[in-house]
């Protein structure tokens, strides 16, 4: 059984970057393909952005190419969604995902077994 604990979330104004974290533990990290998702009030939850395994290969959701990345450090069994030049409409409590046997192009929220708990992100002049 995998737990998942996201961090970093906040309040920030338009144009700055957060950089959240989802820290994994109870499982093997490396083998499970990972995601972040994000929900705002309401709205459906929805893909944000994907990757693999290894990390070689990720996936986003076209509204967010060139301004998030995701990347995850195995040794520190840890996930990451950097997100610069942030806007009001990014507002919405993100959530890490995690799937074994899940190809690391995988957006559909049915596809992943666990998931953290979610971080708040609010972005606001």
């Known amino acids: 059984q995998v737990q998942l604990v996201e961090s970093g979330g906040g309040l920030v104004q338009p144009g700055s970057s957060l950089r959240l974290s989802c820290l994994a533990s109870?499982?093997?990290?490396?083998?499970?393909?990972m995601a972040w998702f994000r929900q705002a009030p309401g709205k459906e939850r929805e893909f944000v952005a994907s990757?693999?395994?290894?990390?070689?290969?990720?996936y986003y959701t076209d509204s967010l190419k060139g301004r998030f990345t995701i990347s995850r450090d195995n040794a520190k069994n840890t996930l990451y969604l950097q997100m610069n030049n942030l806007k009001p409409e990014d507002t919405a409590i993100y959530y890490c995902?995690?799937?074994?046997?899940?190809?690391?192009?995988?957006?559909?929220?049915?596809?992943?077994?666990?998931w953290g708990q979610g971080t708040q992100v609010t972005v606001s002049s």
């Open positions: 995902a995690g799937g074994l046997g899940v190809a690391g192009t995988q957006t559909s929220r049915v596809a992943y077994d666990y």
């Open positions: 109870g499982g093997t990290f490396s083998r499970y393909a």
């Open positions: 990757i693999s395994w290894s990390g070689g290969s990720t």
